[in-house]
Each structure stands twice: as structure tokens, then as C-alpha cells.
Nanobody, 124 residues
Framework: VRLVESGGGLVQPGGSLRLSCAAS????????MGWHRQGLGKERELVAR???????QYADSVTGRFTISRDNVQNTVYLQMNRLKPEDMAVYYC???????????????????WGQGTVVTVSS
């Protein structure tokens, strides 16, 4: 699966950004689409993810400020980030879990792919 991210940039504290990640390639379903981030000197962490049924999970640090959504026709996931804080500054990575049916019985092979990352800078 090829992932193309966009939407990162520089924003002042309290501002908003919207990240997008479009998936393309060969798959029968995309089960989970999400965003992780890695700040300078920090480990990569889950920000938010959304499942094929539309349910979503968020890190405590972004709950109430960020909203994840997906377009199952365009195979695109979005992350709307509001009230950004300096501690949100990081490289944001799109993450996708997909699967392919491999036989007539419906058995699946699962894949996990990462985007190249998009930089979000929060600074005045």
C-alpha cells in the first residue's frame, strides 16, 4: 500500500491544521487507518486511529482537540487538529492496516504500512 501524506506545516499555538493521507495499491480492505507522531527526542506514539466501522481511538493528550475521519471511497484518512500546542510539534506518520484475500476460503494476509511523515511545527 502506498501512502501519500499532506497538510503539515507551521502554525501558531492555538491554531489548526488538517492532515490527509491517501492510500493506494492492491488490497481488499483497509481495516485501520491512523496517525502516529514522533517529537524530537521522543518515541513514536499513537495519536488517533479509526477502524473500518468508523469507531475511533485517541491519545489522551489530543482528546477533545483532534478529530480523525476517513473516506472509505477515496481510501483517505484525515486528522483535524485544533487548539494546537507546542507539545504537538512532531513528525506525523500515517499508518494503515490492510488485508488481501489469498484463497477461496477467504483467508487473508495482513499488511501494515507507514507514510513518509509530515512535519507539524507549532511555534509563535
Amino acid at each position: 500500500v502506498r501512502l501519500v501524506e499532506s497538510g503539515g506545516g507551521l502554525v501558531q499555538p492555538g491554531g489548526s491544521l488538517r492532515l490527509s493521507c491517501a492510500a493506494s495499491g492492491t488490497f481488499d480492505s483497509i481495516d485501520v487507518m491512523g496517525w502516529h507522531r514522533q517529537g524530537l527526542g521522543k518515541e513514536r506514539e499513537l495519536v488517533a486511529r479509526i477502524f473500518s466501522d468508523g469507531s475511533a481511538q485517541y491519545a489522551d493528550s489530543v482528546t477533545g482537540r483532534f478529530t480523525i475521519s476517513r473516506d472509505n471511497v477515496q481510501n483517505t484518512v484525515y486528522l483535524q487538529m485544533n487548539r494546537l500546542k507546542p507539545e504537538d510539534m512532531a513528525v506525523y506518520y500515517c499508518n494503515v492496516h490492510s488485508s488481501v484475500v489469498v484463497n477461496e476460503e477467504g483467508a487473508r494476509r495482513y499488511f501494515e504500512d507507514w507514510g513518509q511523515g509530515t512535519v507539524v511545527t507549532v511555534s509563535s
